[in-house]
Nanobody, 122 residues
Framework: QVQLVESGGGSVQAGGSLSLSCAAS????????MAWFRQAPGKEREGFAH????????YYSASVKGRFTIAQDNAKNTLYLQMNDLKPEDTAMYYC???????????????WGQGTQVTVSS
C-alpha cells in the first residue's frame, strides 16, 4: 500500500503563486506515472498534469499549460506542482495520485492522497 500526503495548499489572490508537494511512502522510481488531479465543488474531477517516471515526459491540460509545472524528485520520493498566475477558476481540492502498475498506456492512478485545498480570490 502506498500512501501519498499532499501539502502546500492555501489561499492566494489572482495572479499569485502556490507550490504543492506530495510525499510518497514508496520509492517513486518504481512508479509508472504520477499525477495531479483537482475537483471543484459541483464539478467532475479533472486530471490536469502527470509525469511518466521512466521517460520523464509530462502532460498538461489546456487549462493549466504554461502556468503550472509538475516535477518528480525520486531522491525524495516527492511530487511537486508549481502553480503560477493563479485564477479564481483554479479553486479546487487538489489531489496527488500515482500509478505503480502501468497496466495501461495511459496514466491510471490507483493510489490517491487526501487532498489539499487551493483557493484563489479575485
Amino acid at each position: 500500500q502506498v500512501q501519498l500526503v499532499e501539502s502546500g495548499g492555501g489561499s492566494v489572490q489572482a495572479g499569485g503563486s502556490l507550490s504543492l508537494s506530495c510525499a510518497a511512502s514508496a520509492d517513486t522510481r518504481n512508479s509508472y506515472c504520477m499525477a495531479w488531479f483537482r475537483q471543484a465543488p459541483g464539478k467532475e474531477r479533472e486530471g490536469f498534469a502527470h509525469v511518466y517516471t521512466s521517460a520523464g515526459t509530462t502532460y498538461y491540460s489546456a487549462s493549466v499549460k504554461g502556468r503550472f509545472t509538475i516535477a518528480q524528485d525520486n531522491a525524495k520520493n516527492t511530487l511537486y506542482l508549481q502553480m503560477n498566475d493563479l485564477k479564481p477558476e483554479d479553486t479546487a481540492m487538489y489531489y496527488c495520485a500515482a500509478d505503480f502498475i502501468g497496466q495501461h498506456v495511459a496514466c491510471t492512478p490507483t493510489y490517491w492522497g487526501q487532498g489539499t485545498q487551493v483557493t484563489v480570490s479575485s
